[in-house]
């Protein structure tokens, strides 16, 4: 168990430092790229550059203020050519004025219509230069009032703590299961030798063997004395019948 978490506290470790330097990489790129983009639009937008874009837009209104009103010289006289073929069809039938006519009345819709596809990639022109204007004023604005190269760094500033904080607190999951490790596993593993304790009868069964033989000289000199006393008891008993004996035997002298 131990090996385990030892393993497992390895990981955290190494998820730890792979997500601070991940965090590190992607913060130093955020703001290299922001400072990047910053540079590149402070080089870009300037006044300079927004009053040319002006004078494009200007220019381009123009050229389109023209081309709509080549298209409604155009219209007039088509739609006057068109009335002329009318009566003319009318009056006479189809003939060659009114063929004449109606050559030029398509030639004048082929140039409406070229007239039509220059005014819309004029107009199209003009549309990108407006909204690059529009980029142009609000990079200034903030550029004078709220510089954005501090909001750059402080978004890559900003990740990498987040990532940083992200590692500390891997780290101190890690140490936490080492700590787990020192209260719970290691006491568990102190049983194990007690397991093999048996053992150590065989000498403590040895010395109550010892003690034992000790022992027996004691025994067997308390039972050599113990006879001993029931003789001396006996004697008295032998002496009287010795004593009955010698009465007996006197009694006939006397007759």
């Known amino acids: 168990m131990a090996k385990k978490y030892e ?20 913060g130093s790129f955020n703001i290299y790229t922001n400072l990047k983009n910053y540079g590149d639009k402070k080089t870009k937008y300037t006044t300079e550059y927004k009053s040319n874009l002006e004078q494009n837009i200007d220019s381009i209104s123009k050229e389109i203020e023209i081309i709509e009103q080549n298209q409604s010289n155009l219209s007039s006289k088509k739609e006057s050519l068109q009335k002329e073929n009318n009566t003319i069809l009318n009056r006479n039938g189809k003939t060659e004025e009114y063929y004449t006519n109606l050559e030029k009345i398509n030639n004048y819709n082929k140039e409406i219509e070229d007239l039509d596809n220059q005014k819309f990639s004029k107009i199209t022109t003009k549309n990108k230069y407006k909204q690059e204007l529009i980029s142009t004023n609000e990079f200034l604005d903030q550029d004078t009032n709220n510089p954005s190269l501090i909001k750059n760094i402080l978004g890559g500033i900003i990740i990498i703590s987040i990532t940083l904080i992200i590692s500390n607190i891997i ?3 890690a140490f936490k299961v080492n700590e787990a490790e020192m209260l719970f596993e290691v006491p568990q593993d102190i049983p194990e030798p007690i397991l093999n304790e048996p053992k150590l009868e065989e000498p403590l069964n040895d010395n109550v063997m010892e003690l034992e033989k000790k022992d027996e000289p004691e025994k067997i000199i308390k039972k050599e004395v113990a006879p001993k006393k029931s003789t001396n ?8 019948k010795n004593t009955n004996k010698n009465t007996k035997t006197s009694h006939p002298k006397k007759g």
């Open 7 to 26: 393993k497992e506290n390895k990981n955290l470790v190494v998820l730890s430092i792979i997500v601070f330097l991940l965090g590190l990489i992607l």
């Open 171 to 173: 780290l101190y999951y």
């Open 233 to 240: 008891t006996k004697k008295p008993q032998s002496n009287n």
